[in-house]
T-cell receptor, first 114, second 114 residues
């Protein structure tokens, strides 16, 4: 088992819905990440949290709102999304928050926006 | 800006044969790290192999090895004795030693034929 679990595995939502993605890591790591994976495109880093503080936000639209209540949990709140936001959203964690080395990934949430 | 290019969107290999996946990158840095990640159908990304640019010796991990050509900015992955479980999407990634973020390529989908 990966040590990083994501729920739900699949999500279909309308553009006016509000939903949340959840990530939990059981590895005792200090950093957690949200990545977006679109078909045939490189992975895009969205957010980085180190010890529950957001340390990076890669120009992500405000319709994506992260939350890190503690070092083991990470959420991505979604509202008024667009069809182009349909993608696989991957959560990851690492021991070292300073450098994105040796990332441990979850299995992702496949999001479809209708 | 650094870019990572994987020119082969799809590859296939016969079981027990050897396959090489290509990756090139563009950087003005002299000190950096290169990675190959595997994403099987479970969607969980797994670190396969890591190479430090200052090391001339190519990294190996069991059946996985790299051909690192620093002057050519090439970092290919060789999989020997391919197994059905090797079927996955493979991502090449780069990180400058002075940076924190990874830059990913767009991936190569590997099919292993029985």
């Amino acid at each position: 088992e990966t040590g990083v679990t994501q729920t739900p595995r699949h999500l279909v939502m309308g553009m006016t819905n509000k939903k949340s993605l959840k990530c939990e890591q059981h590895l005792g790591h200090n950093a957690m990440y949200w990545y977006k994976q679109s078909a045939k495109k490189p992975l895009e880093l969205m957010f980085v949290y180190s010890l529950e503080e957001r340390v990076e936000n890669n120009s992500v639209p405000s319709r994506f709102s992260p939350e890190c209540p503690n070092s083991s949990h990470l959420f991505l709140h979604l509202h008024t999304l667009q069809p182009e936001d349909s993608a696989l959203y991957l959560c990851a964690s690492s021991q070292d928050p300073g450098y994105h080395e040796k990332l441990f990934f979850g299995s992702g949430t496949q999001l479809s926006v209708l | 800006a650094q870019t990572v290019t994987q020119s082969q969107p799809e590859m296939s290999v016969q079981e027990a044969e050897t396959v090489t996946l290509s990756c090139t990158y563009d950087t003005s840095e002299s000190d950096y790290y290169l990675f190959w990640y595997k994403q099987p159908p479970s969607r969980q990304m797994i670190l396969v192999i890591r190479q430090e640019a200052y090391k001339q010796q190519n990294a190996t991990e069991n059946r996985f090895s790299v051909n690192f050509q620093k002057a050519a900015k090439s970092f290919s992955l060789k999989i020997s004795d391919s197994q059905l479980g090797d079927a996955a999407m493979y991502f090449c990634a780069y990180r400058a030693s002075s940076a924190r973020q990874l830059t990913f390529g767009s991936g190569t989908q590997l099919t292993v034929l029985p």
